[in-house]
T-cell receptor, first 113, second 109 residues
Framework: DGGITQSPKYLFRKEGQNVTLSCEQN?????MYWYRQDPGQGLRLIYY???????QKGDIAEGYSVSREKKESFPLTVTSAQKNPTAFYLC????????????FGQGTRLTVV | RKEVEQDPGPFNVPEGATVAFNCTYS??????FFWYRQDCRKEPKLLMS???SGNEDGRFTAQLNRASQYISLLIRDSKLSDSATYLC??????????FGAGTILRVKS
């Protein structure tokens, strides 16, 4: 079955450590996105990529980095520079600019202790 | 100013009620508009796209007002199962997809 997979579902890290969240899709979608969700704040856009080897900063990119070396993969690294990394992280993809629906992964809950 | 704004609610309504949510967007270049539903601790799922002519899907009606830069969602005959967070979303400059903070709906028996 086609879909978008995030792993792991739950992740715990010590403060000051970098951590990479995985996002893989086998939908052959061009565009991929990373969002962060905190209680009461909806989804805030971290980074997005419209094509391989290209990505743009979203509204809250500071402290995060991404890569898009393959069409199906868009990993997100939460660096030690991110002041408050504990959150629910969601990855999404869209087929292309004419598409209407974004498909989401099940999310990764990151807790930094 | 946020690109997409919603009243967070919560909206507490009895079963069978009609409830409406509004969402405003700040960028007049916004191109596409959507309503997503998110259940607690789950990923969002597309409820419906919103077109200039308005569109309806069963008990749900969505409308777009480009002049005033808002979209709306009307839910008729609310069911307990409609309880969720409703997120509006817009695309800007092609593929930048931005969400509002969401509106919480609680339908009670």
């Amino acid at each position: 079955d086609g879909g978008i997979t995030q792993s792991p579902k739950y992740l715990f890290r010590k403060e000051g450590q970098n951590v990479t969240l995985s996002c893989e899709q086998n939908l052959n979608h061009d565009a991929m996105y990373w969002y962060r969700q905190d209680p009461g704040q909806g989804l805030r856009l971290i980074y997005y990529s419209q094509i391989v080897n290209d990505f743009q900063k979203g509204d809250i990119a500071e402290g995060y980095s991404v890569s898009r070396e393959k069409k199906e993969s868009f990993p997100l690294t939460v660096t030690s520079a991110q002041k408050n990394p504990t959150a629910f992280y969601l990855c999404a993809s869209i087929r292309d600019s004419s598409s209407t629906e974004a498909f989401f992964g099940q999310g990764t809950r990151l807790t930094v202790v | 100013r946020k690109e997409v704004e919603q009243d967070p609610g919560p909206f507490n309504v009895p079963e069978g009620a009609t409830v409406a949510f509004n969402c405003t967007y700040s960028n007049s270049a916004s191109q596409s508009f959507f309503w997503y539903r998110q259940d607690c601790r789950k990923e969002p799922k597309l409820l419906m796209s919103v077109y200039s002519s308005g569109n309806e899907d069963g008990r749900f009606t969505a409308q777009l007002n480009r002049a005033s830069q808002y979209i709306s969602l009307l839910i008729r005959d609310s069911k307990l199962s409609d309880s969720a967070t409703y997120l509006c979303a817009v695309t800007i400059y092609g593929n930048k997809l931005v969400f509002g903070a969401g509106t919480i709906l609680r339908v009670k028996s």
